[in-house]
């Protein structure tokens, strides 16, 4: 077994550290404050090549694999989670799923302009009433000569109000003949067709910076070319694709975990407390001992579940591990680096405030720590605890 990383992947890493702690690490307090990044670091990141990493290059991506794909997640985390978002949002969640499910056409039309962030995407799952329980949604696509005609709401949606296409979850069998997974269809809306609405959600305890809506479907006409995968098979497309998204946001908490080790270590060793400075005390080297221990027990989850969809194999599992846990380390490792920092580490100062409210949602978006553990349970035991 080598768990060393090539000398790409290291360069990667290491592009995407320098730029990030260039162009992002010095304004990411006030993108928190304003609740926008500025949106004029999106071409610059594509530039480098974050939205384009693991689409094939003849869609315009740069065909990479996905311990790289971790390692940019991971740089992207430790900068600013708002950022991961846009882009794992964009070209993992959206990108992935047509690149997997599309047809030629569809692939031709949004890749290149996904790969490049010349149009970003964002993936219409959740709803008021359904969350976890995805399967149940209620937002309704019926048949009107050879369009479909969309009904309904989604909510919590990320890049809701920058996205120039919507991958949207709708029911397209009669409910009351099939309310569950079977009867969801996928589709690739254009957020300019008429009936498409999408409403910032405010007052959000972190992911300041990145834009989350809710949004409003009215009878919005799409043609049949806008389904995406086959009629009926939406769900397996979103579950298929949370797989690789939790695998990305398990690789962000790595970096908030990272991030707040690299807080804690500068501030312990330069904060002095009764003549010496407070890393000297065994009390703030067992806190930050524990981040430590998270950063790399959480990285191997990462790097596992990433090595696994790099050879092909089965990863489902792998990737709820690693969320589940790299989830809880960051929520735990902020509240860690908030103790060693005592009272400066709440305010915004030091950047472990931020973390901590950025990863408390970590626990609950793309399936919360409970849906990862009933999944973990179910693959271990055979045995389904839903419906
Ligand atoms: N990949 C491919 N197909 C999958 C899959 C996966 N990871 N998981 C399930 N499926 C398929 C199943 O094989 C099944 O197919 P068939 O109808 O052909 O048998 C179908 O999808 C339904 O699966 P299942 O019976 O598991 O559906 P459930 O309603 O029981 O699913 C869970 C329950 C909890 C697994 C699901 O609703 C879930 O993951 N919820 C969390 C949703 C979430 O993460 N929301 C966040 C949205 S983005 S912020």
Same mark, same amino acid.
């Given at each position: 077994?080598?768990?060393?990383?090539?000398? $790409?992947?290291?360069?990667?890493?290491?592009?995407?550290?320098?730029?990030?702690?260039?162009?992002?690490?010095?304004?990411?307090?006030?993108?928190?404050?304003?609740?926008?990044?500025?949106?004029?670091?999106?071409?610059?990141?594509?530039?480098?090549?974050?939205?384009?990493?693991?689409?094939?290059?003849?869609?315009?991506?740069?065909?990479?694999?996905?311990?790289?794909?971790?390692?940019?997640?991971?740089?992207?985390?430790?900068?600013?989670?708002?950022?991961?978002?846009?882009?794992?949002?964009?070209?993992?969640?959206?990108?992935?799923?047509?690149?997997?499910?599309?047809?030629e056409e569809q692939k031709?039309?949004?890749?290149?302009?996904?790969?490049?962030?010349? +149009?970003?995407?964002?993936? =219409?799952?959740?709803?008021?009433?359904?969350?976890?329980?995805?399967?149940?949604?209620?937002?309704?696509?019926? @048949?009107?000569?050879?369009?479909?005609?969309?009904? =309904?709401?989604?909510?919590?949606?990320?890049?809701?109000?920058?996205?120039?296409?919507?991958?949207?979850?709708?029911?397209?069998?009669?409910?009351a003949v099939d309310p569950?997974?079977?009867?969801?269809?996928?589709?690739?809306?254009?957020?300019?067709?008429? =009936?498409? $609405?999408?409403?910032?959600?405010?007052?959000?305890?972190?992911? @300041?910076?990145?834009?989350?809506? $809710?949004?409003?479907?009215?009878?919005?006409?799409?043609?049949?070319?806008?389904?995406?995968?086959?009629?009926?098979?939406?769900?397996?497309?979103?579950?298929?694709?949370?797989? +690789? =998204?939790?695998?990305?946001? !398990? !690789?962000?908490?790595?970096?908030?975990?990272?991030?707040?080790?690299? !807080?804690?270590?500068?501030?312990?060793?330069?904060?002095?407390?009764?003549?010496?400075?407070?890393?000297?005390?065994?009390?703030?080297?067992?806190?930050?001992?524990?981040?430590?221990?998270?950063?790399?027990?959480?990285?191997?989850?990462?790097?596992?579940?990433?090595?696994?969809?790099?050879?092909?194999?089965?990863?489902?599992?792998?990737?709820?591990? !690693?969320?589940?846990?790299?989830?809880?380390?960051?929520?735990?490792?902020?509240?860690?680096?908030?103790?060693?920092?005592?009272?400066?580490?709440?305010?915004?100062?030091?950047?472990?405030?931020?973390?901590?409210?950025?990863?408390?949602?970590?626990?609950?978006?793309?399936?919360?720590?409970?849906?990862?553990?009933?999944?973990?349970?179910?693959? $271990?035991?055979?045995?389904?605890?839903?419906?």
């Amino acid at each position: 077994m080598d768990l060393s990383l090539s000398d $790409e992947q290291v360069a990667f890493r290491d592009l995407a550290r320098t730029f990030l702690d260039r162009e992002a690490v010095p304004h990411r307090t006030q993108w928190d404050h304003d609740e926008s990044v500025d949106l004029a670091i999106v071409p610059k990141m594509a530039e480098l090549g974050f939205f384009g990493l693991t689409i094939p290059e003849e869609y315009g991506g740069l065909g990479g694999d996905y311990v790289t794909y971790a390692l940019a997640m991971e740089e992207l985390g430790r900068a600013d989670s708002a950022l991961r978002g846009i882009v794992s949002v964009s070209s993992g969640l959206v990108g992935k799923s047509i690149l997997f499910h599309g047809t030629e056409e569809q692939k031709q039309e949004w890749l290149p302009q996904l790969a490049s962030a010349t +149009k970003l995407g964002c993936f =219409g799952l959740t709803e008021p009433d359904t969350g976890s329980d995805a399967g149940s949604l209620t937002s309704r696509a019926t @048949r009107d000569g050879d369009d479909w005609v969309l009904n =309904g709401q989604k909510l919590f949606i990320t890049n809701g109000t920058w996205a120039d296409v919507a991958l949207v979850f709708a029911r397209t069998s009669d409910p009351a003949v099939d309310p569950g997974p079977r009867g969801v269809t996928a589709f690739l809306v254009p957020t300019d067709t008429p =009936g498409f $609405e999408a409403r910032e959600v405010t007052g959000k305890l972190g992911l @300041r910076g990145q834009a989350t809506a $809710e949004l409003f479907l009215s009878d919005v006409r799409l043609p049949s070319s806008a389904v995406l995968g086959e009629v009926g098979r939406g769900f397996k497309i979103a579950m298929s694709t949370l797989d +690789k =998204g939790r695998l990305a946001v !398990a !690789a962000g908490c790595v970096g908030i975990v990272q991030g707040c080790l690299e !807080a804690s270590v500068d501030y312990a060793t330069s904060r002095i407390q009764f003549g010496k400075p407070i890393a000297a005390f065994q009390l703030v080297q067992d806190l930050i001992a524990d981040i430590s221990l998270d950063a790399d027990a959480a990285r191997l989850l990462v790097w596992r579940c990433a090595d696994l969809v790099d050879r092909g194999e089965p990863f489902g599992t792998a990737a709820s591990k !690693a969320k589940l846990f790299a989830s809880e380390a960051a929520v735990r490792a902020a509240n860690n680096a908030i103790q060693v920092h005592g009272g400066a580490g709440y305010v915004d100062d030091y950047p472990v405030a931020k973390y901590l409210r950025d990863a408390r949602v970590m626990t609950l978006y793309e399936g919360t720590s409970q849906i990862q553990k009933l999944l973990i349970g179910r693959a $271990e035991t055979g045995i389904s605890a839903f419906g």
